[in-house]
């Protein structure tokens, strides 16, 4: 028999995505076979799943904590902003659409149907589903028709735990007011709560512990410190990637207004010798840097747009008058490039717009999504590089004849003629410990991170232990819910 929960929180970026890793990985540990759900997410940070389709990085991230394979039915309802107000969504890991944020509203209904598929479909085979909400249920505005936090727990019959972030301030009146706000059926659906993010000594926050416990009647799990580690796990969150310091070598990256993918960055965040600097927008480029990477973007034309606007197009030609290097990913090749032709209006009006000129490539657009897991060597080193394609359009053009990386069936990238700018649609490359260490070899500096993956699984089991230690996990176990099978 399945047993479900549900994390939702009282506000964004609480750390449920984190929280919820750390239960599959605590329960794992205890023996249970368990998979993550997010019945909806949104984030352009997204992953390719092992049956050929995308979800969020997060829950790519929970399945890893399962020990299992992502699948789609993880995240079967995943929106990519494209625009301020508009987003593609991706139904059971293919796009379906893309619309308005007051559109969408009127969409949800038809996709509730896909959720539950997903859900009752990944249930089969689990001990538990550990699922993970979006936002905050407090936002009543947006209850009916919801697929994402309530709307989902009732229609599956799910209870609740609810998660205050304390490090923000306020927590009490987060969680009570969340509770006075929601209509009845769905304050008796939250059976417990917890406290995240504490800083110091915790026996400080004991009478607000009992003062949300009077108020709400929900059952007390616990109170999270701040996992110190965290930053070791992929973010999902674009607001998440910071800069961290690290070596004498510097790798800087520009902040585009739609970057997607930036889990490329972590292994290279994660290398002591490298100090990986993520510049916002009104900031220069600095000079000292040996690597620029223009990163993965939702809307390639506009954040090219944006790039230029913050002057970094002018930041970028000083930095390679200097010697330094140039790494395009996915949009970011796509910028290097002399011409990026859209006859079909994917990012908005049909038109060509020119690049930044570092490669003789030229890419046009297409409705058409390149999905793919890859097992790839570079062609120089015949060192082996695993990753995944995401992305629209096609780029060919005579540099694309220095190509760097070999596929199964074709070859990829394209590079300069004085070999320091480069591009590749193949996100992840850095995942791949021989490729980062020659990588950085050529840049001067000396990899000293073995295993990138074992990283990933150690801090996976840190935070386990965490969960085991911080959380009254056999007390969520005991609220869980039972799934008809």
């Known amino acids: 028999m399945t047993k479900a929960i549900m994390i939702q929180g009282a506000g964004s970026n609480v750390g449920k995505s984190m929280l919820v890793a750390g239960i599959c990985r605590a329960l794992v540990k205890r023996g249970h076979r368990v998979v993550p759900f997010k019945p909806q997410n949104m984030s352009n940070n997204a992953a390719v799943t092992t049956d050929g389709g995308e979800i969020g990085r997060a829950q790519a991230l929970q399945a890893m904590a399962c020990q299992q394979p992502a699948v789609v039915d993880m995240n079967p309802v995943l929106l990519k902003p494209e625009t301020d107000i508009g987003s593609q969504v991706v139904v059971q890991g293919k796009r379906m659409t893309t619309v308005k944020a007051r559109e969408y509203s009127t969409l949800k209904p038809q996709l509730m149907p896909k959720v539950l598929e997903s859900f009752f479909r990944l249930a089969i085979s689990a001990d538990f589903i550990i699922i993970e909400g979006a936002g905050s249920p407090a936002e009543i505005n947006l209850r009916e028709g919801d697929i994402a936090n309530m709307g989902f727990a009732e229609a599956a019959n799910i209870p609740v735990i609810l998660i205050g972030d304390i490090d923000r301030g306020g927590v009490i009146a987060q969680m009570v007011g969340t509770n006075i706000i929601l209509p009845k059926r769905d304050q008796t659906r939250i059976k417990g ?3 995240n993010k504490f800083r110091g000594d915790i026996s400080l926050f004991d009478g607000g512990m009992k003062a949300i416990e009077k108020q709400t009647n929900w059952q007390n799990l616990g109170v999270l410190p701040w996992f110190s580690n965290a930053w070791k ?14 070596g004498g070598i510097k790798i800087v990256v520009p902040r585009l207004a739609r970057i997607a993918n930036f889990d490329d960055l972590d292994p290279l965040v994660a290398e002591p010798n490298v100090t990986v600097e993520i510049i916002e927008p009104g900031r220069p480029l600095p000079g000292d840097a040996a690597l620029v990477i223009l990163p993965g973007s939702k809307s390639t034309i506009s954040d090219l747009e944006n790039f230029r606007a913050n002057g970094w197009d002018i930041d970028l030609q000083g930095h390679h008058r200097r010697g330094g290097h140039i790494l395009g990913i996915c949009g970011g090749y796509q910028m290097l490039g002399r011409k990026i032709h859209d006859p079909d209006g994917i990012e908005g009006p049909p038109r060509t717009v020119s690049g930044l000129g570092y490669l003789n490539v030229e890419t046009v657009m297409s409705p058409k999504k390149n999905l793919s897991l890859i097992d790839a060597f570079t062609i120089d080193s015949k060192v082996p590089v695993s990753g995944y394609e995401i992305h629209m359009g096609q780029t ?18 394209a590079m300069n003629g004085t070999r320091d700018v480069r591009g590749s649609y193949l996100h992840g490359l850095f995942n ?17 991170l073995v295993s990138y993956q074992a990283d990933i699984e150690k801090t996976l089991d840190e935070l386990g232990e965490f969960i085991e230690k911080n959380l009254d996990v056999d007390k969520l176990i005991s609220l869980c819910s039972t799934i008809p099978e």
């Open 432 to 448: 791949s410990d021989l490729f980062r260490s020659e990588f950085l070899s050529n840049l001067g500096a000396a990899s000293n």
């Open 233 to 246: 796990l992929p973010a999902e969150d674009v607001m998440d990637i910071a800069t961290r310091p690290g």
């Open 193 to 195: 709560f917890a406290i």
């Open 396 to 413: 060919s053009g005579p540099d694309c004849e220095r190509n760097w990386l070999r596929l199964p069936n074709r070859t990829e990238g």
